[in-house]
């Protein structure tokens, strides 16, 4: 999954894969709950803006997330996330990063709308956001190949 | 837009906040030590305790813990009793044991040293930030880029860097602890960086000068120690609710409905006042690290984009109230800073306010510690916290009117008019006193007019500093300028510690009601200095004596250190130091010239004014044995008030000529004035008997200079000490007038150096001289009168009466009593049993009479009985009993019989006076 949303990072915001390549470090659940949680606090000796500059990055990811889990979930063993969840709190793995199933073309639409939805509620531009949903889409549909170093000389 | 810069006088002091957030510390542990002290108070001491509860001993020496402070002031001054008081605390279980204050402070301490250390650790965890290494940053650019800027920043020692993926902001933080830092880059900042490396720049620049303005430490230990008080609050906020319970004991002042209510009212208070303090100095910190980071070379534009002023109503209203609680200044202020740094050093109204609110609550808080003054006690505890108070708030009122005066161009006015600079201060202690909640016996204090005092305190004190550091400032340019301004603050360290000192030892009691004074007892007092002067005791004698009496007692007190000494230095520095400015050669010192002709016009003045006063005195005093010392005493308190009339006329049209420096131009005028004044005195004086219907004491001429020199050093101390704040606070009134345009300069004053120091060689002789006549009696009443043993306060009620009595009982009175009365039965029945040989009689009745004395002393040392007729039935029964005991050793001694028997006589009569005391007490026992 981490592969399928970088790759759609190069394409469509290219500026965001330094945030994409350090949250990679971290497991699933931990990016997802912190980018979930938003921006970061007023805190002292901070530079105290509140803006958030990027937006992609966490649309795409927690939307992703989502229905991978969803789809995950159902097609495996029909045990529900949360307890696999404690499961694995139990055993105190590391846990395996996400990959994306094989996904019929339904899903891929579904998966695509709940992007739209997720970025309507960020406050992502409409036009960013159908450009992120459709090189999403496209990703997913055209079988995986590994993706290598695209970052763009402009961010180097 | 131009570069700010900052001159190099003001650099290297750094933004002043340090010994703001030393104060908001001293606050939080002071407040932590009262919180302690009350549940300790609950939790170790009560069980040890008896009945009374670990007041037994104040009872006993006549406090009443439902009464006023005063009375129970003066039940501890008569005299013995506070030696009484000590042996009775003495012992076991008496003294509340210290040992869990210091265990709880300790541990407090030690909480928040290893929040300090954890903290950092804690926000670079795991799963929260990552390092900036190659996997963020595979070309190495990014990380070449920061460590530039490290070595753009000026630092020696480069931090680590980390990022924050998830923070979408545009920002940066830096943390850490002492020696190792992080500057942690947030996500939304790398994002930028691509379309806006001008604005990364900026940020990061931003947090390196933190880094370099040594934030980091202070404002992280400020926090631990403040989250490991927020755990400690809800303790102490459990008490006081836990006292509005009905049940609740209610005997004891401390513990009833509506101290445990202000109580909380105090404690949500002073966290209101730490988070707004603590807020304000964090953006003040901010604001310099946005002009750290621009003086390093940020571009100021990067701040451009944050500046949108909100436009609706509704919206501003919201910044306008949330303004004061943020830790970041919003981006228009950090806008403006950096278009004019000046606004940065412009003296803020509300530091300047919190610290005399901080102040007044740290010191008044240290001295009502119980712990603390039981062993050291109140006095040294008083000297002690306010030098300390005085030390801190001078410097972070003093650093704040630097930094501006520095950065005020010598042509332009201060942002802020220095007297409102005094004003928020003394508003900030009055405010501080009313929330100490130690005035107030009721909701309000008993004469709150007396809190004006308090107000004239801080105004003046702080109007001088502003006007003289800014004298300084334009005076010597530059570093040159260092040195007098650390001199003049100590000068206002040492102004302000004397006068703080007075006003916890002294002033607070005015505003609390007790009597500031009683012209009769002062008359008696001084009559025991200057004899015969009650018989001269008419007309407006006593009005004299009193005024006298509050003159020498305005800003000293016999329990203070600085004493009259202290304040005549401290008055002598206001306008002294000054003065000297009116050396400089550039011209922008305090205009001699100006100065030296008012003084003279005023000196006219006294000379006139002195004339009038000789002429009133020379029959006011029908002849008798009290004339001279009458005389002598209205003589001198009204040459000292007329004198210093005359000074504040003087100083008043010399500092209204002024435009900037108003105070110190009034002052040094005020000053020289009562030199001429003293002159002008010294030869009324010595040539008395010559000047006809102006003569006071004497009729006959001649010329006596040395009763005209000790009568003129004898005024000094009141004069050039309390009569120069007088002035001062009677400049106040020039304070509302509109500015005017500095006059012309006139010709200079020929000989300055000369002047100056004539009028400093005067000042210091004078102060040498009257050294030995400031060394006055003064008794510890306000009335002025020494207080006998008799003088017990009427208890508040007939149950606190008859605890004190139950308690003097208990803590030793019984045991006298019972000791007493055993030994001498002992003896009756050895000497009316026969036989009794010469050997029975040296053996056995000697030691016993030796032992009787020996109660007797120790009874006479114990506190008097508190109860005005059972006082003198024991009285009389000790002097009985010694008076027996004391024949008997002498008859044995002697061998004489007859002596013996009336010895055996005067033992048996003491059975009556024992018999008296005894049925006395017991209806307190039943």
């Known amino acids: 999954m981490r592969d399928v949303v970088r790759a759609v990072i190069a394409d469509v915001a290219p500026e965001e894969l330094p945030v994409v390549d350090a949250l990679r470090q971290f497991d699933d659940e931990t990016a997802v709950s912190r980018l979930g949680r938003g921006g970061a606090r007023r805190e002292p000796l901070g530079f105290g803006l509140e803006d958030a500059v990027y937006l992609v990055t966490p649309v795409l990811w927690i939307a992703l997330d989502q229905s991978v889990r969803k789809t995950a979930d159902r097609a495996v063993d029909g045990f529900p996330h949360s307890v696999r969840k404690l499961f694995r709190r139990a055993s105190r793995r590391r846990p395996e990063p996400l990959a994306v199933p094989e996904l019929t073309v339904h899903q891929v639409a579904d998966i695509r709308q709940r992007v739209l939805e997720l970025a309507a509620t960020s406050g992502l531009s409409p036009e960013r956001a159908e450009a992120l949903a459709d090189q999403l889409a496209v990703r997913l549909l055209i079988p995986v190949t590994p993706v290598e170093d695209e970052r763009p000389a402009s961010a180097e | ?926």
Not at chain 2, 28 to 51: G, K, M
Request: with cysteine; proline share 7%.
């Open chain 2, 1 to 926: 837009m131009t570069t700010p810069t900052i001159p190099a006088a003001g650099r290297g002091f750094g933004a002043g906040t340090t010994p703001r957030f030393l104060l908001l510390s001293a606050l939080v542990l002071i407040t932590a030590v009262r919180l302690f002290e009350r549940l300790n108070a609950v939790l170790f001491y009560a069980p040890s305790h008896d009945l009374l509860g670990g007041i037994g001993c104040y009872l006993a020496a006549g406090e009443d813990p439902a009464g006023d402070h005063v009375a129970n002031q003066q039940a501890l001054q008569r005299p013995g009793v506070r030696e009484a008081l000590e042996s009775c605390l003495d012992l076991p279980g008496q003294r509340d044991p210290v040992w869990p204050l210091v265990v709880e402070m300790g541990l407090l301490v030690v909480a928040a040293a290893v929040l300090y250390f954890v903290l950092p650790l804690w926000r670079s965890r795991p799963g929260r930030v990552v390092e900036l290494d190659e996997r963020i940053d595979p070309s190495g650019e990014l990380r070449e880029l920061v460590h530039g800027l490290v070595g753009v920043a000026g630092l020696t020692r480069p931090p680590r860097f980390v990022v924050d993926p998830a923070a979408r902001t545009p920002g940066a933080v830096v943390f850490g602890r002492w020696g190792r830092y992080t500057v942690c880059l947030h996500g939304g900042l790398l994002v930028r960086r691509v379309e806006d490396p001008l604005g990364f720049r900026a940020v990061v620049l931003h947090e390196l000068a933190h880094l370099r303005n040594r934030d980091v430490d202070i404002t992280y230990a400020t926090v631990a120690l403040w989250r490991v008080f927020l755990v400690v609050l809800p303790a102490g906020v459990l008490l006081s609710i836990a006292y509005l319970r009905p049940a609740a004991p209610s005997l004891f002042a401390a513990q009833n409905h509506r101290s445990s209510l202000q109580d909380l009212f105090a404690t949500a208070f002073l966290v209101v006042l730490v988070y707004l303090a603590r807020a304000e100095v964090l953006r003040v910190r901010e604001l310099h690290a946005d002009l750290g980071a621009v003086q390093s070379g940020a571009d100021p534009q990067a701040w451009h984009r944050d500046a949108r002023p909100p436009r609706r109503p509704a919206a501003r209203l919201l910044r306008w109230i949330s303004g004061p609680w943020r830790t970041h200044p919003d981006g228009t202020q950090r806008q403006l800073a950096l278009s004019d740094p000046t606004r940065v050093f412009a003296v803020p109204r509300l530091p300047v306010f919190f610290t005399g609110v901080t102040v007044l609550v740290v010191v008044g808080t240290a001295r009502s510690s119980q712990a603390v003054t039981q062993r050291v006690g109140i006095e040294p505890v008083t000297t002690a916290a306010s030098a300390l108070g005085a030390a801190l708030a001078t410097a972070v009122v003093g650093a704040v009117l630097w930094q501006s005066a520095v950065h005020t161009p010598a042509t332009s006015r201060p942002r802020a008019p220095a007297v409102r600079t005094g004003f928020w201060f003394g508003a900030g202690l009055v405010t501080g006193e009313l929330a100490l909640d130690r005035v107030t016996d009721g909701w309000l204090p008993e004469r709150p007019q007396f809190l004006l005092v308090l107000l004239l305190i801080g105004v003046v004190i702080m109007w001088w500093t502003a006007e003289h550091v800014d004298l300084w400032a334009h005076t010597r340019r530059g570093r040159r300028s260092r040195p007098a301004v650390l001199l003049t603050l100590t000068a206002t360290g040492l102004v302000f510690g004397t006068w703080f000192a007075w006003w916890q030892s002294e002033g607070q009691w005015w505003v609390q009601g007790r009597p500031i004074v009683d012209p009769q007892g002062v008359l008696r007092l001084y009559d025991t200095q200057l004899p015969g002067l009650l018989d001269a005791n008419s007309g407006p004698l006593a009005l004299t004596a009193a005024t006298n009496w509050v003159l020498g007692r305005l800003g000293t007190d016999q329990s203070v250190l600085p004493g009259a000494h202290g304040l005549l230095l401290a008055g002598a520095l206001l306008w002294l130091l000054p003065l000297t400015t009116a050396l400089s050669r550039n011209g922008t010192g305090l205009p001699l010239r100006r100065i030296v002709t008012c003084a003279a016009c005023g000196g006219l003045l006294a000379v006139a004014a002195l004339a009038v006063v000789r002429l009133l005195l020379h029959d006011a005093v029908a002849p008798g044995p009290g004339r001279p010392a009458a005389l002598l005493l209205h003589d001198s308190t009204w040459t000292v008030a007329v004198l210093t009339a005359a000074a504040a006329v003087a100083g008043g049209t010399a500092g209204a000529r002024s435009s900037r420096y108003r105070l110190p131009t009034g002052l040094a005028t005020a000053g020289i004035t009562m030199l001429s004044g003293q002159l002008a005195s010294f030869v009324l004086e010595s040539a008395d008997g010559c000047w006809g219907p102006f003569d006071v004491l004497t009729d006959s001429c001649g010329w006596r200079p040395g009763g005209g020199w000790s009568y003129v050093a004898g005024n000094t101390p009141e004069l050039l000490g309390p009569g120069i704040f007088l002035v001062a606070a009677a400049l106040l009134v020039l304070a509302g007038r509109r500015e005017r345009p500095e006059p012309p300069a006139q010709s200079t004053m020929p000989r300055p150096r000369l002047v100056v120091s004539v009028v400093a060689v005067t000042v210091v002789v004078l102060g040498a001289a009257s050294w030995k006549p400031a060394v006055r009696v003064s008794s510890p009443t306000a009335g002025g009168i020494a207080l006998t043993a008799a003088d017990l306060p009427v208890a508040s009620s007939p149950t606190i009466h008859r605890l004190r009595v139950l308690a003097w009982l208990k803590y030793g009175g019984q045991r006298l009593l019972d000791d007493i009365s055993g030994k001498q039965n002992t003896f009756t029945v050895l000497v009316t049993t026969p036989p009794l040989t010469y050997r029975d009689v040296v053996d056995r009745v000697r030691p016993l009479c030796l032992d009787i004395e020996r109660d007797v002393a120790a009874a006479r040392a114990y506190f008097p009985v508190p109860d005005d007729e059972a006082w003198r039935d024991w009285t009389a029964y000790l002097d009985d009993s010694a008076r027996a005991a004391v024949t008997c050793r002498q008859a044995v001694d002697a061998n004489d019989v007859a002596l013996f028997r009336s010895a055996g006589q005067q033992m048996q009569q003491t059975f009556f006076s024992h018999r008296k005391i005894y049925d006395r007490l017991q209806p307190f026992l039943r």
